[in-house]
């Protein structure tokens, strides 16, 4: 992978730690609300200058892999809630359960 591949990588897995902290500090807080911006912001002072989505944009990949779960409560007001995280709450199925 070229260097530009890996800073990259890096950037993007340290953003994705961030979005999982600040996702599970709201729910021991009992906060499952938040503002995209709070988020946003919570991610910059963690890992410093980040192109402007970035942010958004690893939040949508990890509900896509099921590592944290959320839903729009009123997209005008970038108003978001915290749901349980699908693949954390499944029980993972035996073989002898799917047939």
């Known amino acids: 992978m070229s260097e530009q591949g890996d800073n990259l990588d890096r950037v993007t897995a ?24 709070d988020l946003r912001v919570y ?5 410093g200058m980040i192109a402007p989505g970035s942010a958004d944009r690893v939040m949508r990949a990890l509900r896509q892999d099921g590592i944290i779960n959320y839903k729009c409560l009123r997209r005008s007001e970038s108003l978001y809630r915290i749901l349980p995280a ?4 499944e029980k993972p199925r035996t073989q002898g359960e799917l047939f």
């Open 14 to 37: 340290r953003i994705g730690v961030a979005i999982v902290t600040y996702f599970k500090l709201k729910e021991l807080a009992q906060q499952s609300d938040y503002h995209v911006e």
């Open 43 to 47: 991610v910059r002072q963690r890992v």
């Open 86 to 89: 699908r693949f954390a709450v």
